[in-house]
């Protein structure tokens, strides 16, 4: 004799209200794509047929990953000691691959809870089903641990009662079962010993086998997550602050990313322009008059490209990519003939090994080492263009796997081989790049050396002028489109699709850090600190969103579990990731505060 459960649980899917008009009284929530998406003038040429493939979508996250900072990797490694720092990059990593999950399930809520006119979705009761009749979506068969005779009135408690709960029969299971008592508590059943034959014995692991016992059948339908997928709607990360954190996460989040992305491209404008003065003055011999020409160049290169959308600069980040995987190759195949060149030039001076654990230098390694890894205020952006999006995660996450492997690379060979004596910024060390080529008269002078020495010395010194020509724009378009989320609000679905107003909010975005950067080149303290928003923007955000749009998808009845689910999707991960990103925004301004007050004593 068995006891059989029958527990149905409410349907996952959503009933839209959608329609192609905007709303006539805007919602308290907003995104930059209202009512249905629509091919218009703008994006006649991008529909989504032909949006883009992983490996482009893969190409612009590593443009924005591998900016100039993985330059600064190297030194990371040699003041933090090369196994300490080989640990917390990864660990860092791992931490960006689940604050990018946080994102990418955060998306897919707000896809299913809020219709094309951003009101909230409301949950559909389903019909009670028919006897008889096969029940949707697939099933799942669970077993209770096997129990003796004599132990029955362990089982047959009242049961907690929910929404559409039935005990119906189970044709699956046996053709003999009867119809249930009651729906709030389990039923007895008689069963044939013939029904008993069919049905299976296998219980759950380290479930007593036993003859005469009984056992308990479950049945419940399997949550339905194919529906929890980010589609064509692009959700800024504001408009997500907005729907789940209110106006003052907000206003919090905007203000930060700001700060962030300004000084971000400020000193974007001082590399390039420094790095173009130094290695090609081709208009003075004054420095600051080649400062100024290229300065200007660099604004010349990237406020158009600011302008212009990610499908109409495919071909330029592409290209990028590639002289970025070159440049990572020349620097790791060179290093040891470039530090034995550093050695020569500098008379055989004294080389101090990196150490393998230096705990005294964490201070200076834990920032890069986390800096190295935030990109995620642009995912929304690097998510909508690509065509397929259940392959999102997959995209970010081979990003984050191949940015660590190379970040740890490029850190272990050149911190191995320099030690110590490496440079801030590591690609100043090719500035007497010889290859082993170098020719020297009677008294120690260079006469010549190859021309593919030279060759390697001049791209390694200037490409982090080229690599900023790529990285500024894609930065400006994230901060213009959060700009312009935040200033038009509810009515932002009036505006989304006028290129004319998203080209002002880019210039207003690409134009002032290139003005900063003309009129003051050492950045300062201003940056320190502001960089340290980048800590929450990058990690704190993430977590707190993917926590609150939990929350609410349980507390308007929707599934908590997406298509992009995964290791990382629990309550406790993500508050030690919010944690994470506190702490470390928290210990960046501690040290920045002591060492500045060690300066002026």
């Not at 979506?137 to 029955?152: A, F």
């Not at 969103?545 to 507390?555: G, T, V």
Request: charged content about 15%; hydrophobic content about 40%; some cysteine.
């Amino acid at each position: 004799m068995f006891h059989i459960e029958e527990a149905r649980t409410g349907s996952d899917e959503a009933v839209s209200s959608s329609s192609n008009a905007p709303p006539a009284s805007p919602s308290i929530a907003a995104s930059p794509y209202w009512g249905k998406p629509s091919i218009t003038s703008d994006d006649a040429s991008h529909s989504e047929d032909d949006g883009f493939s992983p490996f482009v979508g893969f190409c612009f996250t590593i443009n924005y990953i591998l900016g100039t900072g993985f330059l600064t990797v190297p030194w990371a490694f040699a003041q933090g000691g090369l196994a300490l720092s080989t640990i917390v990059i990864i660990a860092v990593g791992i931490f960006s691959d689940m604050s990018k999950n946080y994102l990418l399930e955060t998306m897919a809520r707000a896809e299913v809870m809020l219709d094309h006119r951003m009101h909230w979705n409301k949950k559909k009761k389903p019909p009670k089903p028919n006897v008889g009749e096969e029940e949707e979506g697939k099933i799942q068969m669970l077993y209770s641990p096997v129990v003796g005779r004599g132990e029955t009135s362990n089982l047959l408690l009242p049961m907690k009662p929910y929404d559409n709960y039935n005990t119906t029969t189970t044709s699956s299971a046996s053709s003999g079962v009867g119809h249930a008592k009651s729906s709030c508590e389990l039923a007895e059943l008689s069963l044939p010993s013939s029904s008993i034959q069919q049905l299976p014995t296998t219980t759950l692991p380290g479930t007593p086998n036993r003859d005469d016992g009984r056992r308990l059948l479950q049945r419940r339908p399997t949550p339905k997550t194919k529906d929890y997928l980010i589609k064509q709607r692009k959700f800024e990360v504001n408009s997500l602050c907005r729907v789940y954190l209110g106006k003052t996460g907000l206003h919090i989040y905007t203000v930060s990313i700001c700060l962030y992305i300004y000084c971000t491209l400020w000193a974007y404008t001082c590399v390039f322009a420094s790095a173009m003065s130094t290695a090609a003055p081709l208009f003075s011999n004054d420095v600051d008059t080649n400062y100024l020409i290229f300065a200007i160049v660099f604004a010349l290169l990237v406020v158009p490209m600011s302008c212009m959308e990610m499908h109409e600069q495919v071909t330029v980040q592409v290209c990028m990519t590639g002289a970025r995987f070159l440049m990572l190759a020349l620097m790791v195949g060179t290093s040891k003939m470039c530090a034995e060149d550093v050695r020569r030039e500098g008379g055989g001076g004294l080389f101090v090994e990196a150490p393998m654990f230096e705990l005294e230098g964490i201070t200076s390694m834990a920032p890069i080492m986390v800096f190295a890894h935030i990109y995620h205020h642009s995912i929304p952006g690097l998510a909508n263009p690509v065509a397929d999006k259940k392959k999102l995660s997959g995209i970010f996450r081979s990003t984050a796997i191949f940015s660590t492997l190379a970040y740890t690379l490029i850190g272990l060979v050149l911190g191995s081989n320099f030690g110590k004596n490496i440079n801030q910024s590591s690609n100043l060390n090719w500035k007497d790049f010889t290859g082993g080529t170098a020719i020297y008269d009677i008294d120690n002078n260079l006469i010549s050396i190859a021309w593919w020495a030279k060759a390697i010395s001049l791209y390694v010194l200037c490409f982090p002028a080229l690599d900023v020509i790529s990285a500024f724009p894609l930065n400006a378009m994230t901060l213009g489109n959060n700009m312009m989320v935040s200033a038009y609000g509810k009515r932002i679905h009036e505006v989304d699709k006028n290129r004319c107003i998203r080209t002002q909010f880019r210039i207003l975005a690409s134009v002032p850090p290139i003005i900063f950067g003309i009129l003051q080149r050492q950045l300062g303290k201003i940056t320190d600190y502001a960089g340290t928003t980048g800590f929450v923007i990058g990690f704190s955000f993430p977590a707190l969103l993917y926590l609150r749009s939990r929350a609410m998808a349980e507390r308007k009845h929707f599934s908590t579990v997406t298509f992009y689910s995964g290791y990382a999707s629990y309550k406790f991960g993500a508050w030690c990731l919010f944690s994470f990103g506190v702490t470390m925004a928290l210990y960046v301004v501690f040290f920045l505060v002591r060492d500045g007050l060690s300066y002026e004593d």
